[in-house]
């Protein structure tokens, strides 16, 4: 039981501890500013990349939230920031820009460096602008894109499969290959996330069934690394409900109808899935890019196929 004493001295306590949180929250804020870059900050790293920046860089935050670097730098010069941004490969960009706010509150630099720097190097001493730095660094992980098919969709023959082989064309409209069916069927290269992840992908929704939604490429190039990304959008790739189905991402040679990539997405697998083969020297050939789901329900699959070099970093 408690004593009297105790008993009047609870509400003291009470809002002495609100009260510490009170100024520890004031206190917070009132360093805050101090800790934000300014809008000259900001025009002053963006007046560096238009003056330095090189085709084919890229810019990545840090931490992945400072946002608002944004609306203030180049709109040509691609921008990457999402959860776990730092330890992606970034391959398609030979040079690397990092954009940071070490100030920041949780802005864990040593996290940062040992997540990113594997596979880089400093281009030269970073620079200061305000609270804002900015790093050039050389991308160990750049491979070289010799052909993408997200770059080449128009061309692409596209097509419903059937399992004895009939087809059923889906006709390119001038925006995307559209099959007959319901309006989810078509393929066109669209922006969508991943695991947080954005990804300019195509769009290739599983029609159904055993049933192939198929776009056909020509003049692939051979002797080098194929690869095979994609997953599953959005929320839908969390939910492991038993109705849904794998769904089935792949390439086939169109001469020989030999697989060369296969990837399944069961219910529940999310982020980016990816399978790799490299090609034999020869001719350019035809390959067929293919999703299939028995159940499509929730299956919203967005892919890409690409024929990359060696990484620089690992060549002699």
């Not at 085709?55 to 959860?83: Q, S, T």
């Not at 697989?259 to 034999?280: F, N, Y």
């Not at 001719?283 to 024929?307: E, F, I």
């Amino acid at each position: 039981m408690r004593s009297p004493r105790l008993t009047r001295a609870l509400p003291l306590v009470e809002l002495g501890g609100l009260l510490l949180v009170a100024l520890l929250c004031l206190l917070f804020h009132l360093r805050l500013p101090g800790r934000l870059p300014s809008e000259a900050d900001y025009r002053a790293v963006a007046e560096r990349l238009r003056a330095e920046a090189r085709p084919g860089d890229a810019v990545l935050l840090f931490p992945w939230w400072a946002e608002r670097a944004r609306l203030y730098l180049p709109p040509e010069i691609p921008i990457y920031g999402w959860l776990a941004s730092d330890k992606a490969d970034l391959s398609a960009h030979p040079r690397i820009w990092v954009l940071g706010q070490p100030e920041l509150p949780r802005s864990d630099v040593s996290a940062f460096d040992a997540a990113f720097l594997p596979g880089r190097k400093a281009a030269g001493p970073a620079t200061h602008a305000g609270t804002l730095t900015l790093g050039l660094y050389e991308n160990g992980r750049y491979r070289p894109r010799r052909w993408v098919a997200s770059e080449s969709f128009a061309r692409a023959r596209v097509y419903l499969e059937q399992q004895d082989g009939s087809r059923r064309e889906c006709p390119f409209d001038g925006r995307a290959h559209r099959c007959p069916g319901p309006p989810y069927l078509y393929v066109a290269p669209e922006w969508h996330e991943i695991l947080y992840e954005p990804r300019h992908c195509l769009w290739m929704h599983a029609p159904g069934g055993p049933q192939r939604l198929v776009a056909e490429f020509d003049d692939v190039p051979g002797g080098l690394g194929l690869r095979l990304e994609g997953g599953i959008i959005f929320e839908f790739a969390h939910s492991k409900d038993p109705r849904l189905s794998t769904a089935h991402l792949g390439v086939d040679d169109a001469a020989s109808n030999a697989r060369l990539l296969e990837v399944p997405v069961p219910p529940g697998r999310e982020g980016v899935q990816t399978s790799e083969v490299i090609l034999p020297p020869g001719p350019p050939r035809t390959v067929k890019v293919w999703v299939q789901a028995d159940n499509a329900d929730s299956r919203q699959v967005c892919l890409d196929v690409m024929a990359l070099e060696p990484t620089v970093g690992g060549r002699g």
